[in-house]
């Protein structure tokens, strides 16, 4: 079990102007393993019914696939994450499912030059003849877009908006923010507000502008989960580096050797997505098919 350090302050109660902006993500703290398709993973292999064909990209048509589309067009989509209800109930399941898959191609698409994912909710109980072996990724696939397979710790966090705070919140509240961090050290946008990661609700960590997608009904998506390529930033992260991984930061630096173990804990599945990035995705809960879309965050 992976813990997250609390704050070394209590926000809501030092900044009351945020506690009706709290809320829970869930931090998936996946480490490599071996999950078994009836576990919760990362890029791990998914409970897909034997009779049901495998995903495939539609390929490259006007931009999509950028430079590096391959030859034929049907690229099998790779697993990157599975989800149960048991394991992370917070998720927005349709009525009568209680397991989430997400897969994508792993080619740049536009309009962001990224991987292109698609969803999947399933009832757990109707697979009774499941797939025994995934489809290898396409062999000119970047690997740095398909994910080594993880188990996953997931662990709830409050967290607090960065991007997503209003001005007229941040005009109230930036001498407090400024006299903690010269008080404590702790830096509100990197120690107390967006917990960074691959992680289920929440905020999404932006580093651009919030750029929220709207649902065809109307009503504004919410934000469901980000895949990102790193855990934490720094060997010395005050906030989000668990308990059980500070020991092996000691010694790290930006030019540790390759083998130093917190560049592992950093990236545990081996993804970088453009330079650093995350795909977050959103889904509309008003609309009870949880019609989604996706967004690609990068510095």
Known sequence: MYTTPHARIDVAAVIPQLAPLARTTIRLHPRPGTPTAGQSSMGGPLLWPADEPWPTCDGPQGDDHLDSWPGEPEVPLVPVLQLYAADVPQLPFPAGTDLLQVLWCPFDHAPWGSPRPQLRWRRRADITDPRRLMPSPDTEADQNHIPDPCVLSPEPVTEYPTHDLSLAVWSQIRDQVAQIKQDTGWDYDSDLAVAPGTKVDGYPGWTQQPDWPECACGSQMQHLLTVASWEFNRGDD??????????????????????????????????????????????????????????FDCS
């Open 238 to 295: 005050k906030r989000w580096i668990t308990m059980a991984d500070r020991p092996a930061m000691a010694g790290w630096a930006w030019d540790s050797p390759e083998d130093h173990p917190w560049r592992a804990i950093r990236n545990p599945a081996g993804l970088m997505l453009g330079d650093v990035g995350g795909i977050c995705l959103f889904v509309c809960t008003t609309c009870p098919d949880r019609p989604f879309d996706y967004r």
